[in-house]
Nanobody, 122 residues
């Protein structure tokens, strides 16, 4: 089991940027696929982005494509989400997820962190 800790959330004005981090520990992190999800108040948790263990494959939800960038630093056991051109609709708790299988991550089946709050004001 891998332990995940998110950080980097906060309050930002529309059009601003934030970079989220997800630090992993507890297992060999380098061969895990990882992803970001978010949950807005009153809504279900939704997929945001995923990256494979090599970092060569990434995929994004249509709502964030072109604005968000997922990346990872194997040496630091950390995954990142660079969020630019933020909108009020991006307001949510952001969670990271990790598993050996990218399909499991994409289907929300891996290990979860505790989440970090992102609030975008208009």
């Amino acid at each position: 089991q891998v332990q995940l800790v998110e950080s980097g959330g906060g309050l930002v004005q529309a059009g601003g940027s934030l970079r989220l981090s997800c630090a992993a520990s507890g297992r060999t992190f380098s061969n895990y696929a990882m992803g970001w999800f978010r949950q807005a108040p009153g809504k279900e948790r939704e997929f945001v982005a995923i990256i494979d263990w090599k970092g060569g494959y990434t995929s994004y939800a249509d709502s964030v494509k072109g604005r968000f960038t997922i990346s990872r630093d194997i040496a630091k056991n950390t995954m990142y989400l660079q969020m630019n051109s933020l909108r009020p609709t991006d307001t949510a708790i952001y969670y990271c997820n990790a598993d050996i299988s990218p399909l499991t991550v994409r289907n929300s089946g891996g290990s979860w962190g505790q989440g970090t709050q992102v609030t975008v004001s208009s």
